[in-house]
């Protein structure tokens, strides 16, 4: 989330009620680190911005709906985007409902304010031959020949690592934050079950496919020793191994994606769009999808129906002879 023009980067707010804020959203709220970091950005803009525009720290108490409408017209006066905005006011409305819940205030002054309508998109997703063909991508550099001029060769437990890592989001559905989070022990091999922790510290069991389990062994098989129960299932090529992080998951996933002819600016979030379009397509029940998806809400799993509808739409514009 860039910073507006008016925040200090690297600048630390002195405010008790954001600490305890930040502090819950790590420890009982369980939030990832991109959640965390992007609300302790939000929440540091509007101080600073309050203090430089009105000469004092935010009261959060004493705050109007008119404070922020005027922090909003200061954000798209920086041209931020909408989805952007959306964001920030997100961060502080969470907040604000933190300060509810612990007495401070008695009503959020941002509830009911309008922000600028975000447009509708629909979700981004593979196609099953290309998701079949980004599987195959990352054993690309294997069957390659070798040349001298090449530069380092590709590890083999890397190439099977990644093919793991792809066959088990595609196969769960996982967010990146809850692949990073998977322990050995949360595989059950004789149900072929994984347990996730998904936002909230919120657990589910979502089913995992055999294939997805075949390439986490042999990806296993190449390690100096298996990993034991509490390590993580996917590891970085560190001497001391830990979790594979978001950002070396989309730069491998973007060197794959253009391995297999496919758009290297997708997302790794892009496998769990696919994940769900595809069970729909397969006539899976939305109530299903929402309970393996780990959403809250079935309005946030209802977007996939818009997918597939489309889809049929175009089927019928081009098949049906009085369409």
Same mark, same amino acid.
């Given at each position: 989330?860039?910073a507006?023009?008016d925040s200090?980067?690297?600048y630390?707010?002195?405010?008790?009620?954001?600490?305890k804020f930040?502090a819950?959203?790590?420890?009982?709220?369980?939030?990832?680190?991109?959640?965390?970091?992007?609300?302790?950005?939000?929440?540091?803009?509007f101080?600073?911005?309050h203090?430089n525009?009105?000469?004092?720290t935010?009261?959060?108490e004493?705050?109007q709906?008119?404070? +922020?409408?005027? +922090?909003?017209r200061?954000?798209?006066?920086?041209?931020? $985007?909408?989805?952007?905005?959306?964001?920030? +006011?997100?961060?502080l409305r969470? +907040?604000?409902?933190?300060?509810?819940?612990?007495?401070?205030?008695?009503?959020?002054?941002?509830?009911?304010?309008?922000l600028?309508?975000?447009p509708?998109?629909l979700p981004q997703f593979l196609t099953?031959?290309?998701m079949?063909?980004?599987?195959?991508?990352?054993?690309?550099?294997?069957?390659?020949?070798?040349r001298?001029?090449?530069?380092?060769p590709?590890?083999?437990s890397?190439?099977? %690592?990644?093919?793991a890592?792809?066959?088990?989001?595609?196969?769960?559905?996982? %967010?990146?934050?809850?692949?990073?989070?998977?322990r050995?022990?949360?595989?059950?091999?004789?149900?072929?079950?994984?347990?996730?922790?998904g936002?909230g510290?919120?657990?589910r069991?979502?089913?995992?496919?055999?294939?997805?389990l075949?390439?986490i062994?042999a990806?296993?098989?190449?390690?100096?020793?298996?990993?034991?129960?509490?390590?993580?299932?996917?590891?970085?090529?560190?001497?001391?191994?830990?979790?594979?992080?978001?950002?070396?998951?989309?730069?491998?996933?973007?060197?794959?994606?253009?391995?297999? $002819?496919?758009?290297?600016?997708?997302?790794?979030?892009k496998?769990?769009?696919?994940?769900a379009?595809?069970?729909?397509?397969?006539?899976?029940?939305?109530r299903s999808?929402?309970?393996?998806?780990?959403?809250a809400?079935?309005?946030?799993?209802?977007?996939?129906?818009?997918?597939?509808?489309?889809?049929?739409k175009?089927?019928?514009?081009?098949?049906?002879?009085?369409?």
């Amino acid at each position: 989330m860039p910073a507006v023009k008016d925040s200090k980067p690297g600048y630390s707010i002195k405010d008790t009620w954001v600490d305890k804020f930040l502090a819950h959203l790590a420890t009982d709220r369980g939030a990832s680190e991109y959640t965390q970091r992007n609300y302790k950005q939000a929440t540091e803009e509007f101080f600073l911005w309050h203090k430089n525009e009105r000469g004092a720290t935010p009261a959060w108490e004493k705050l109007q709906r008119d404070d +922020f409408r005027s +922090f909003l017209r200061f954000l798209g006066r920086q041209n931020l $985007g909408r989805a952007a905005i959306a964001l920030r +006011f997100s961060a502080l409305r969470t +907040f604000y409902r933190f300060l509810i819940r612990h007495g401070e205030v008695a009503s959020s002054p941002i509830k009911n304010l309008s922000l600028p309508k975000m447009p509708k998109r629909l979700p981004q997703f593979l196609t099953i031959q290309q998701m079949k063909d980004l599987l195959e991508a990352p054993l690309k550099p294997l069957d390659a020949p070798k040349r001298k001029s090449a530069g380092r060769p590709i590890a083999a437990s890397t190439c099977l %690592r990644d093919v793991a890592i792809l066959e088990t989001i595609y196969s769960c559905g996982l %967010r990146v934050s809850e692949l990073s989070g998977l322990r050995v022990e949360d595989i059950d091999w004789s149900e072929q079950l994984v347990r996730v922790r998904g936002k909230g510290k919120k657990e589910r069991q979502v089913p995992i496919g055999e294939p997805a389990l075949k390439a986490i062994q042999a990806y296993w098989a190449t390690l100096r020793q298996p990993p034991a129960a509490p390590a993580p299932v996917f590891q970085s090529e560190k001497i001391n191994p830990t979790p594979v992080s978001r950002t070396m998951l989309a730069r491998r996933l973007k060197q794959h994606l253009a391995v297999a $002819g496919l758009d290297p600016k997708l997302t790794p979030h892009k496998l769990r769009h696919s994940y769900a379009t595809h069970l729909l397509d397969a006539g899976a029940d939305l109530r299903s999808v929402q309970e393996l998806l780990g959403h809250a809400h079935l309005i946030t799993t209802q977007i996939y129906t818009h997918v597939t509808t489309e889809r049929l739409k175009k089927v019928y514009d081009g098949a049906h002879p009085r369409a």
